[in-house]
């Protein structure tokens, strides 16, 4: 038996691109950093053939420690989590690598959660621990272009104010 949804939501799909050379953004929160250079060190060759892009302090470590070109947007609490959610909505970010840190409090944590739930509207690839990091950055699709599904947003105005 298929359920009706109470909230309205997005009636239609179109599809967007992915091109093939991804646009990657990687964000650490600070108990799991190391564990992110961990996984760049492993993936640096896969990487640099993207585009990459990263909050403040995150990117900064693995421009330095890594030697990679990395687009360093504000740290996450000055808004950092925000900017990469507006890439998203304005699909100009195409993976998302977020290692969030399930046992530290964060003071940004409304944009944490504003962040993941982007990448879930906007239907972005995420990893949010190493093994899926390891899953998503080897997969096949990551040097192809790849077509998703993601909400209709010119339908989805119409509809509610035409
Ligand atoms: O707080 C973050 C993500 O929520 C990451 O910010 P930094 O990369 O500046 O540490």
Same mark, same amino acid.
């Given at each position: 038996?298929?359920?009706?949804?109470?909230?309205?939501?997005?009636?239609?799909?179109?599809?967007?691109?992915?091109?093939?050379?991804?646009?990657?953004?990687?964000?650490? +929160?600070?108990?799991?950093?190391?564990?992110?250079?961990?996984?760049?060190?492993?993936?640096?060759?896969?990487?640099?053939? +993207?585009?990459?892009?990263?909050?403040? $302090? $995150?990117?900064?470590?693995?421009?330095?420690?890594?030697?990679?070109?990395?687009?360093?947007?504000?740290?996450?609490?000055?808004?950092?989590?925000?900017?990469?959610?507006?890439?998203?909505?304005?699909?100009?970010?195409?993976?998302?690598?977020?290692?969030?840190?399930?046992?530290?409090?964060?003071? +940004?944590?409304?944009?944490?959660?504003?962040?993941?739930?982007?990448?879930?509207?906007?239907?972005?690839?995420?990893?949010?621990?190493?093994?899926?990091?390891?899953?998503?950055?080897?997969?096949?699709?990551?040097?192809?272009?790849?077509?998703?599904?993601?909400?209709?947003?010119?339908?989805?105005?119409?509809?509610?104010?035409?």
């Amino acid at each position: 038996m298929s359920s009706r949804p109470s909230e309205p939501r997005p009636a239609q799909q179109v599809s967007r691109t992915l091109p093939s050379r991804k646009r990657i953004a990687l964000i650490a +929160h600070d108990g799991k950093k190391d564990e992110m250079l961990a996984w760049v060190e492993r993936w640096q060759t896969t990487l640099a053939q +993207h585009q990459l892009v990263g909050t403040g $302090t $995150t990117a900064r470590r693995i421009a330095k420690e890594q030697g990679l070109e990395v687009e360093g947007l504000m740290s996450g609490p000055l808004g950092g989590d925000q900017q990469i959610g507006a890439r998203i909505t304005e699909q100009q970010l195409d993976l998302l690598i977020f290692f969030w840190d399930p046992f530290a409090p964060q003071p +940004h944590d409304p944009d944490v959660k504003a962040l993941l739930r982007l990448a879930a509207l906007w239907n972005i690839p995420v990893a949010c621990n190493a093994a899926s990091a390891d899953f998503l950055i080897s997969s096949p699709y990551v040097d192809q272009a790849v077509d998703i599904a993601i909400p209709d947003a010119g339908a989805w105005v119409s509809a509610r104010a035409d």
